[in-house]
C-alpha cells in the first residue's frame, strides 16, 4: 500500500482514533489560533492505517533484517538489553528539570559513563553534552580556541586537516570562525609529514585527526605528528568517530591527543541512522578540563552522611552525585543535559562488555575488515594495500568492465539483500567503497558478502545491463539521483482526473 493508495482509501466519517470526553473544562481558544478549514488529511479506518505503516515498516532495512557494511559509520547490531536498560521507569519517566536530589540514579550513571570514557582514551575530564559526533567537533574546537584565547593568543586562525578526514572536521572549524587548510597524504595514506610541516607557524589552532582514518588506515607517524604540532604551539583534535578500531587498545591522549569526541552512538552501539539520535560527549587533558561545556556530573564525599569510617575511596554509599559548570567553561550546548537515553544504551553495553570484551571487540572489528579485504582486494582495486584497521576503501570500476561504476555496484548489492557500503568517500579515492562491517557479523555472514562482491564482478563483465539497471527486487528501482537532489518532490500529489 503507497502513500497514494492510502489517501485514496479515505472515505468522510471514517475514523482511527477515539478520544474520550475531556474531563476539565474546555478552554476557548483566541480567533486567530483557529483553522477555519479543516486539514486535508485522509480518513481511514483503524486497521488501514495500521496496515499502511506495518507495511511501511517491512519496507526499511535496518541491521537487524541483515548486513550493513555502511564505512566509517559502525552500523554495529544494537543488543536488546540497551532498549530494555533505557525503557527501565527510573530512567524513561524522568525529567531533566527534577530535582537533583531525585534524580540520583541517573546522574550516578552519567557520572560513571564520564569515567569509563575517561579510562578508555587517558583523558583527563569528559563532558557528555554534545548531541553528536559533529557537535562533539564542533565543541573540541570551540575549547581549543577558548585556550588560545584564554592565553591572549589572538593571532592563531588555521586548522589543519588532512584530505582523509571525516568530511565534518572542516565544517566544524569553518562554523568556529577559523580557516580550514587541507593536507595532502602520502603513498601510504598517512598524513604527509613534509606537506605539515609546511603549514607549521604560529597562526595555527591545531590539527584535526581522524585516526584511523576514512581509508581505515592507522597514521604511521600519529605520535611524530602530534609533536610537530604542539612544537608549534597548537594542539591536537581527534575524531573519535573511528573508535571502534581502537578501544581498549591504544588511549587517544597518551598518542598525544589534546581533545577528542566519542561517537556513543557507533563505538557503544546505540541505534542511529536518518539523524538521529546521537551522542558524542568530548574528552580533554587536564590542561583543557576547564574549559569544557557544562554541566557535567561531580561526585561529592558528604562527611555528614558517612557513617562507614573508611577513606573517601572505599566509602561508595556516602557520595551524592550534582551537576556543575567548569570554571572557565565554553558554555551550555545542548538542551538539558546531552541525549540521556542514548546514554544509558552505551553504560549498559559497556557494563555488559567489560574491559576485557571492549578490547575483543575492537579485535574482531579488526579482524573482519582485514579478513573481507584480502579476500576482495585481488578482484577489486584496493586503495592502500596494508594492513588495516576496522574499515577499508576498494576502488568501485573493474579493468575489463569499464562502464561500470561504483554506484551500479552498490546498487546490485541491494538486490542480493545486503546493505550497500559508503560510496564516493573518501574523495581522494576514485569510486571509492568504504567497507566496514563492524565486529558483530558471523564469518558465514562475510562470506556470502564476499560471494556476492565476486557475483556481482563477474556479472559486471559479462551482464553489465545488470547493474546498470540495479536495483532488481528493491521497492524502488533505480531513480535519477541528479534530478531528484535538482528538483526534489517532497510532498504527494493527486492524480489529476
Sequence with gaps: MTERVIYELGRPGRSACFLPDPDVPRAQLPAEWVRGDDLLLPE????????????????????????????SCTMKYNPKVNEDACRLPGFANTHPYQPEETVQGNLQLMYELQTYLQALSGFAAVSLQPAAGAHGEFTGILIMRAYHLSRGDTKRTRVLIPDSAHGT???????????????????????????????????????????????????????????????????????????????????????????????????????????????????????????????????????????????????????????????E?????????????????????????????????????????????????????????????????????????????????????????MHPPTNYFPLIVPEALMIEPTETESKETLDAFVDAMLRIAEEARTRPELLHEAPHKAPVGRMDEVRAARQPRLRWTPPQT
Design 329 to 417: 567553561s565554553i558554555g551550555r550546548l545542548k538542551a538539558f543535559y546531552g541525549n540521556f537515553g542514548v546514554m544509558v544504551r552505551a553504560y549498559t553495553y559497556i557494563r555488559m562488555l567489560g574491559a576485557a570484551g571492549l578490547r575483543e571487540a575492537s579485535e574482531n572489528a579488526v579482524l573482519n575488515a582485514n579478513y573481507l579485504q584480502v579476500r576482495l582486494k585481488g578482484t577489486y582495486p584496493l586503495s592502500h594495500d596494508r594492513v588495516c584497521m576496522h574499515e577499508f576503501v576498494l576502488e568501485g570500476r573493474l579493468p575489463d568492465a569499464p562502464g561500470v561504476r561504483a554506484l551500479d555496484i552498490s546498487k546490485r548489492l541491494m538486490d542480493y539483500g
Design 169 to 327: 572536521n572542516p565544517a566544524s572549524t569553518t562554523m568556529s570562525g577559523f580557516e580550514m587548510v587541507q593536507l595532502k597524504s602520502d603513498e601510504r595514506g598517512n598524513v604527509d609529514l613534509d606537506d605539515l610541516r609546511a603549514h607549521l607557524d604560529d597562526r595555527v589552532v591545531g590539527m584535526m585527526l581522524t585516526n584511523p582514518n576514512t581509508l581505515g588506515l592507522f597514521d604511521e607517524h600519529v605520535q611524530e605528528i602530534a609533536r610537530l604540532v604542539h612544537e608549534a604551539g597548537g594542539l591536537m583534535y581527534g575524531d573519535g568517530a573511528n573508535f571502534n578500531a581502537m578501544m581498549g587498545i591504544a588511549k587517544p591522549a597518551e598518542l598525544g591527543f589534546d581533545v577528542m569526541h566519542f561517537n556513543l552512538h557507533k563505538t557503544f552501539s546505540t541505534p542511529h541512522g536518518g539523524g538521529g539520535p546521537g551522542s558524542g560527549p568530548v574528552g580533554v587533558t587536564e590542561e583543557l578540563a576547564a574549559f569544557l561545556p557544562g554541566p557535567i556530573v561531580e561526585r561529592i564525599f558528604d562527611e555528614e552522611l558517612c557513617e562507614c569510617q573508611e577513606d573517601e575511596e572505599h566509602c561508595a554509599g556516602c557520595y551524592y552525585y550534582a551537576l556543575a559548570c567548569p570554571e
Design 44 to 71: 481511514v479506518s483503524e486497521v488501514d492505517l495500521t496496515r499502511h505503516y506495518v507495511r511501511l515498516s517491512q519496507l526499511n532495512y535496518g541491521v537487524d533484517l541483515g548486513f550493513y557494511p555502511l564505512g
